[in-house]
């Protein structure tokens, strides 16, 4: 079983930046993709952006040119830094990690979710 921890959620004013941090523990042999989905209220959960074992990324139309995702393999960490945020980034923020266990099974997961509120 693998668990995720995030941090650095919070609240920021429009145009602030935060970063979030999400570690993995566990029966890990190997991290496949991380990546970092949000759901506002009343909406569905969408992918903000996504990162390969290898380095690959891919980012929602929304947030590019403004959020970085990134990973430390040794640390099975990724993070997503988030700049020049809007109103409408506000969500509540969700880590996703595909693994390999030691037996060779694979995992989907999901963090508990962060809080992050733009707003003056």
């Known amino acids: 079983q693998v668990q995720l921890v995030e941090s650095g959620g919070g609240l920021v004013q429009p145009g602030g930046s935060l970063r979030l941090s999400c570690a993995a523990s566990g029966n890990i042999f190997r991290i496949n993709a991380m990546g970092w989905y949000r759901q506002a209220p009343g909406k569905e959960r969408e992918l903000v952006a996504r990162i390969s074992y290898g380095g690959s990324t891919n980012y929602a139309d929304s947030v590019k040119g403004r959020f970085t995702i990134s990973r430390d393999n040794a640390k099975n960490t990724v993070y997503l830094q988030m700049n020049s945020l809007k109103p409408e980034d506000t969500a509540v923020y969700y880590c996703?990690?595909?693994?390999?266990?030691?037996?060779?099974?694979?995992?989907?997961?999901w963090g508990q979710g962060t809080q992050v509120t733009v707003s003056s």
């Open positions: 996703h990690a595909s693994a390999t266990s030691f037996e060779l099974k694979a995992y989907e997961n």
